[in-house]
Structure formats: structure tokens, C-alpha cells
């Protein structure tokens, strides 16, 4: 009945996504003149990826691709000439080296036969591709004190948004659907950013103001699908590096059939440089029932990891940062609503992920749940969510550990916050107990076990008591796992280890191996620990 339940919620939540995508976008048609066709992305007021801009990692060029008769394509962009050739199907890319800069462009691509495409209102910028189900499809309009967030698009002038039309092909497509660029003005009083991703937009803001470039051009793509599976948004090619898995990937229809998203919401932009990709995932696969004798933590791993280096090496432009948010619960505290099951194994993929790739980040969101408007399977507080994302991101983009952020008018407040919480690193056992260690002693600051609804600004049931009655950690002994209570948890002042006393013989220790975590390991700028476990018979 529950997983019955699940299906009609997330049912329910496709259909809306699809039919407001379709009502915003049903005037859009692909760019065609003559023999020369281009992708609906690249229109006016579009944003291209530009150069400079502070970042530490490579620079990446711009690049624009479509299709026409055979022969030479050229694009003049202001003073500028490029030109390319066809390959023998038509197909074309030419790369454009574009500075960052707030001073629209005009582009003008033609092909031989004198067929001309012009994209005007062109900004150079960078480029966020938010991708996922339903919590990356949830709107601005049901986060925390959404009107407040809607109006904080006036500092962000040159923020565009693209909201990618469903499109579910059995092949990989190179045009869209349909869609079109929206700016920051046209996007207040139409219920075009109340309808666009909070995620994606609050993030995108967020590593802005951590950059101190409010003016910057950022160009925000939502590519999102309520209710949908890792294996929808995966390439055919991704499915060779899990050969363990032939014969195992439960089978789906629709939007849920595999690669049937990624041809048709990702390849159209396969050749888009981009900043970064930020992606919130993974309640469908944790309620998916796999095959038998798939351990369901491996199988998400090996799956997600082969999406993101798939969808890498296609766009060719490098290891391009990559942004996970962690599975948060699905309710707090004292909140009515339905308890979810399965998440463990998957927040564990999630930063095996995370751990193993280059340029790869992760928002722990272990004591953000809580019930919305959308249920208890989609979690109000976005806000705090797009904020830890965006540290781990203006981290690897542009090497801010940390970094004060003044406020900006009467709604955004100030922080100045390390950008990560703690990260398991290692265990070992002595005479004393389990002593717990981290990657980075600057994460592990001051750290403290508190009641996770204390942490968040959508729950009104505070639990004083959560740490004493469902304190994280537990150890494994004799086969069995048993909870470590909260004052055999200790931590010694000036260090940045954690004590597990007493326990002088197990086989192994975990932390947060619960749904729904009530108590969580904090550092000094309240971010949580994410879960792990480790056995040391291994």
C-alpha cells in the first residue's frame, strides 16, 4: 500500500511538472531557416559560458552546435569570425572565446547555401545544468518564505533561466522540444520563477554572492522530471561501464525507461559548456525494488558514477564540478506525514560518488526534512540545502574555503561559514574506545552532537532529548549493532576526533544509519556530519 502510495504521489507530480512545462513552452519550436537548424537553446538571450571570471580550473570555451547541409558554417560574434565544417551527416560544433562580461552580443551563424540564424541579446557567463526529479523540479513558490526568495532576483539582473520541455525519445535527439530564455526582469510577476527550480536558482545565487559578483551573467537550465530513476537520465553508453549489472536493470516505461530522458532532455545540450551540473536525485531508486541479489548501495554507485563520467566525456570540456545533494528525511520531529524507507543505501552512493570523482561536491542534507506542500516526500527548506551546495561549489570553482558574505537587503543574511562539514575519514580501535578521524581538521571544529530539528527553520517541535534518545553512532558487535549513547560520544576540546568510549572490541562503527535522523554530529558552523559505515573485518 505505501509504495502504491508513492507511485500515485509521484504520478500525480509528473503530470503537473509536464503540464506546466507545456503550457510555458507550447509557442516554442526549434530555430530552422533554410537547411540551418540549431537547438532551442541557442536563442536569444541566451547565456554561453564565458571565460575568466576568477575560477581555478581550466578555462572552457563556449560552443555552439546544429545541423545543415554539408559544408562551411560561420559565426561572427561582434569583431569576431569562426568558422567550421559539417561532418558528412550535417552535424556541426565550433568553440567561441568569450570573456564574461555583462555587455549583450549579437551572434550571426550562416551556412554556405546564405541560410542565417541571429541569436541577439547574447550575455557570457556561467552556465548551472540542474538536473533530477522531483525536488530539483520543486518550484520557488513552496520553498521557506518563497515570496521573500522570489524578490531577492532584483540584486541578480543578469540571471536567464531555460526550463527544458518534457521529452522522453527512445534515441538521442539534438533539438528540443521547444523552450526559451527568460531574464531576471521578465521572470518577477509572470509565475515564471515561482515555477522554476529552487534549487537551481538558490544555488546558482548563492555561489554568486560567495563569488561578490552580483552582476555576474548566469545562465540557469532546470532539466527536471518528477518521479524518475537514475537509469532514465543515463546515456546507452553509461550502461557499458556496469556490465555487472546486464540483465539486472529493472526494466520501466515512458519517462522512467532507460536513456529515454537523457535523449531527450540532456543530449539536446550535450554540447553546452557549462560551470557546473548540480543534480538532486535518488527517492525513486531508493524505493525501487531491484533485482535479486543487487546490493541496492553498489548498484546506485556504479550507476550515477557511469552517468556523470559519461555525461563528462561527451561535452569534452574536462571534469566539469559536479553537485550532489545527499537524500535529506522526509519529515522532522513532531511533523505529520509519511516516514520514507530506503534512503540509507543511497546517501551512501551518493558520496561514494562524490569521493571517488574529481571536482565533486556534496550538500549533506541528513537534518533538512520536513513536509511541504508538495508532501512529505519533498522537504520545504531548499534554502539551507542551495546554501551548503553552493559552499561545496565556490570551493571547487573558485577555491573559497571561507568567506564572509555580507547581507544583501532585508531578507538575505550575512554568514561566514567553512565550506564543508565534517567528512569521515578513518576508524580505529584502542584500549580507550573507537576514535573517529576526518579529512579535514578545518571541517571538524568544534564538534558537537545536537538535536537536528534545532537546525532547521521548518520544524516547530524541538527535541532536547532527540541526542540522549537516538544518539548516531552505533558499533558492531558479535554481529550485532548496538547505539552508543550520547555521553560515551565524546569529544576532547582543541581536537578533531571523536571518542567512542569504551567500546575497545567491535567489528565496525556507523553514524546516522536511520531515514530519519534526529541527532546529528555538528561542526563549529553547524553543518552535520554525513553518514558512513566502516568495518574494520574488511
Given at each position: 500500500?505505501?509504495?502504491?502510495?508513492?507511485?500515485?504521489?509521484?504520478?500525480?507530480l509528473?503530470?503537473?511538472?509536464?503540464?506546466?512545462?507545456?503550457?510555458?513552452?507550447?509557442?516554442?519550436?526549434?530555430?530552422?531557416?533554410?537547411?540551418?537548424?540549431?537547438?532551442?537553446?541557442?536563442?536569444?538571450?541566451?547565456?554561453?559560458?564565458?571565460?575568466?571570471?576568477?575560477?581555478?580550473?581550466?578555462?572552457?570555451?563556449a560552443?555552439?552546435?546544429?545541423?545543415?547541409?554539408?559544408?562551411k558554417?560561420?559565426?561572427?560574434?561582434?569583431?569576431?569570425?569562426?568558422?567550421?565544417?559539417?561532418?558528412?551527416?550535417?552535424?556541426?560544433?565550433?568553440?567561441?572565446?568569450?570573456?564574461?562580461?555583462?555587455?549583450?552580443?549579437?551572434?550571426?551563424?550562416?551556412?554556405?547555401?546564405?541560410?542565417?540564424?541571429?541569436?541577439?541579446?547574447?550575455?557570457?557567463?556561467?552556465?548551472?545544468?540542474?538536473?533530477?526529479?522531483?525536488?530539483?523540479?520543486?518550484p520557488?513558490?513552496?520553498?521557506?518564505?518563497?515570496?521573500?526568495?522570489?524578490?531577492?532576483?532584483?540584486?541578480?539582473?543578469?540571471?536567464?533561466?531555460?526550463?527544458?520541455?518534457?521529452?522522453?525519445?527512445?534515441?538521442?535527439?539534438?533539438m528540443?522540444?521547444?523552450?526559451?530564455?527568460?531574464?531576471?526582469?521578465?521572470?518577477?510577476?509572470?509565475?515564471?520563477?515561482?515555477?522554476?527550480?529552487a534549487?537551481?536558482?538558490?544555488?546558482?545565487?548563492?555561489?554568486?554572492?560567495?563569488?561578490?559578483?552580483?552582476?555576474?551573467?548566469?545562465?540557469?537550465?532546470?532539466?527536471?522530471v518528477?518521479?524518475?530513476?537514475?537509469?532514465?537520465w543515463?546515456?546507452?553508453?553509461?550502461?557499458?561501464?556496469?556490465?555487472?549489472?546486464?540483465?539486472?536493470?529493472?526494466?520501466?516505461?515512458?519517462?522512467?525507461?532507460?536513456?529515454?530522458?537523457?535523449?531527450?532532455?540532456?543530449?539536446?545540450?550535450?554540447q553546452?559548456?557549462?560551470?557546473?551540473?548540480?543534480?538532486?536525485?535518488?527517492?525513486?531508486?531508493?524505493?525501487?525494488?531491484?533485482?535479486?541479489?543487487?546490493?541496492?548501495?553498489?548498484?546506485?554507485?556504479?550507476?550515477?558514477?557511469?552517468?556523470?563520467?559519461?555525461?563528462r566525456?561527451?561535452?569534452?570540456?574536462?571534469?566539469?564540478?559536479?553537485?550532489?545533494?545527499?537524500?535529506?528525511?522526509?519529515?522532522?520531529?513532531g511533523?505529520?506525514?509519511?516516514?520514507?524507507?530506503?534512503?540509507?543505501?543511497?546517501?551512501l552512493?551518493?558520496?561514494?560518488?562524490?569521493h571517488?570523482?574529481?571536482?565533486?561536491?556534496?550538500?549533506?542534507?541528513?537534518?533538512?526534512?520536513?513536509?511541504?506542500?508538495?508532501?512529505?516526500?519533498?522537504?520545504a527548506?531548499?534554502?539551507?540545502?542551495?546554501?551548503?551546495?553552493?559552499?561545496?561549489?565556490?570551493?571547487?570553482?573558485?577555491?573559497?574555503?571561507?568567506?564572509?558574505?555580507?547581507?544583501?537587503?532585508?531578507?538575505?543574511?550575512?554568514?561566514?561559514?567553512?565550506?564543508?562539514?565534517?567528512?569521515?575519514?578513518?576508524?580505529?580501535?584502542?584500549?580507550?574506545?573507537?576514535?573517529?578521524?576526518?579529512?579535514?581538521?578545518?571541517?571538524?571544529?568544534?564538534?558537537?552532537?545536537?538535536?537536528?530539528?534545532?537546525?532547521?527553520?521548518?520544524?516547530?517541535?524541538?527535541?532536547?532529548?532527540?541526542?540522549?534518545?537516538?544518539?548516531?553512532?552505533?558499533?558492531?558487535?558479535?554481529?550485532?549493532?548496538t547505539?552508543?549513547?550520547?555521553?560515551?560520544?565524546?569529544?576532547?576540546?582543541?581536537?578533531?576526533?571523536?571518542?567512542?568510549?569504551?567500546?575497545?572490541?567491535?567489528?565496525?562503527?556507523?553514524?546516522?544509519?536511520?531515514?530519519?535522523?534526529?541527532?546529528?554530529?555538528?561542526?563549529?558552523?553547524?553543518?552535520?556530519?554525513?553518514?558512513?559505515?566502516?568495518?574494520?573485518?574488511?
Amino acid at each position: 500500500k505505501l509504495q502504491f502510495l508513492y507511485f500515485i504521489v509521484d504520478s500525480l507530480l509528473v503530470i503537473m511538472t509536464w503540464l506546466s512545462k507545456s503550457l510555458l513552452l507550447m509557442s516554442s519550436i526549434p530555430t530552422v531557416v533554410g537547411m540551418l537548424q540549431v537547438p532551442q537553446w541557442i536563442s536569444d538571450g541566451m547565456v554561453l559560458q564565458g571565460s575568466g571570471g576568477g575560477s581555478v580550473l581550466p578555462e572552457i570555451p563556449a560552443v555552439l552546435n546544429g545541423m545543415s547541409d554539408v559544408g562551411k558554417i560561420t559565426v561572427r560574434d561582434g569583431q569576431q569570425t569562426y568558422e567550421t565544417n559539417t561532418d558528412a551527416n550535417g552535424n556541426w560544433t565550433i568553440h567561441l572565446n568569450g570573456s564574461i562580461s555583462t555587455v549583450p552580443t549579437t551572434l550571426t551563424i550562416t551556412n554556405e547555401g546564405g541560410d542565417s540564424i541571429t541569436v541577439n541579446d547574447v550575455l557570457y557567463g556561467d552556465v548551472y545544468f540542474c538536473a533530477g526529479q522531483s525536488n530539483m523540479a520543486f518550484p520557488m513558490m513552496n520553498a521557506i518564505n518563497a515570496t521573500e526568495e522570489i524578490a531577492t532576483i532584483k540584486y541578480f539582473p543578469n540571471f536567464r533561466f531555460f526550463k527544458t520541455p518534457f521529452a522522453a525519445p527512445p534515441t538521442p535527439q539534438s533539438m528540443l522540444k521547444g523552450g526559451s530564455w527568460v531574464n531576471s526582469t521578465a521572470s518577477l510577476g509572470t509565475g515564471y520563477l515561482e515555477n522554476f527550480s529552487a534549487m537551481c536558482y538558490m544555488t546558482a545565487r548563492e555561489i554568486t554572492r560567495l563569488q561578490s559578483n552580483l552582476d555576474r551573467p548566469i545562465g540557469l537550465v532546470e532539466s527536471a522530471v518528477s518521479g524518475t530513476r537514475v537509469e532514465a537520465w543515463m546515456p546507452k553508453q553509461a550502461f557499458d561501464l556496469c556490465s555487472q549489472y546486464k540483465g539486472k536493470v529493472p526494466t520501466a516505461s515512458g519517462g522512467n525507461a532507460a536513456t529515454a530522458l537523457y535523449n531527450g532532455m540532456v543530449s539536446p545540450f550535450i554540447q553546452m559548456s557549462v560551470r557546473a551540473g548540480i543534480w538532486y536525485q535518488g527517492e525513486h531508486n531508493a524505493k525501487q525494488v531491484d533485482s535479486p541479489g543487487v546490493d541496492k548501495r553498489q548498484y546506485y554507485t556504479c550507476m550515477y558514477s557511469a552517468m556523470i563520467e559519461t555525461w563528462r566525456q561527451f561535452k569534452k570540456i574536462g571534469d566539469f564540478p559536479w553537485l550532489t545533494e545527499q537524500l535529506p528525511p522526509s519529515k522532522l520531529t513532531g511533523q505529520s506525514g509519511q516516514l520514507t524507507t530506503g534512503w540509507i543505501p543511497i546517501r551512501l552512493a551518493e558520496a561514494d560518488v562524490t569521493h571517488k570523482l574529481t571536482n565533486a561536491g556534496m550538500a549533506v542534507g541528513i537534518d533538512l526534512g520536513g513536509v511541504s506542500a508538495w508532501g512529505s516526500l519533498h522537504p520545504a527548506d531548499k534554502n539551507e540545502m542551495s546554501r551548503r551546495m553552493a559552499l561545496q561549489g565556490a570551493k571547487i570553482i573558485y577555491n573559497i574555503e571561507k568567506k564572509a558574505v555580507p547581507s544583501l537587503g532585508n531578507y538575505l543574511v550575512a554568514y561566514d561559514s567553512y565550506y564543508s562539514g565534517p567528512v569521515f575519514e578513518s576508524a580505529s580501535v584502542s584500549s580507550e574506545g573507537v576514535t573517529i578521524s576526518f579529512t579535514d581538521p578545518k571541517a571538524a571544529v568544534d564538534l558537537h552532537l545536537a538535536d537536528v530539528s534545532e537546525h532547521s527553520v521548518n520544524n516547530t517541535t524541538p527535541c532536547s532529548l532527540c541526542c540522549a534518545k537516538a544518539a548516531p553512532f552505533e558499533v558492531l558487535t558479535a554481529g550485532n549493532w548496538t547505539t552508543v549513547p550520547q555521553a560515551s560520544t565524546i569529544v576532547t576540546p582543541g581536537t578533531s576526533t571523536v571518542l567512542l568510549s569504551g567500546y575497545s572490541s567491535v567489528d565496525g562503527v556507523r553514524y546516522a544509519n536511520s531515514d530519519f535522523v534526529e541527532c546529528a554530529l555538528y561542526n563549529s558552523d553547524d553543518l552535520p556530519l554525513g553518514p558512513f559505515v566502516f568495518n574494520f573485518t574488511q
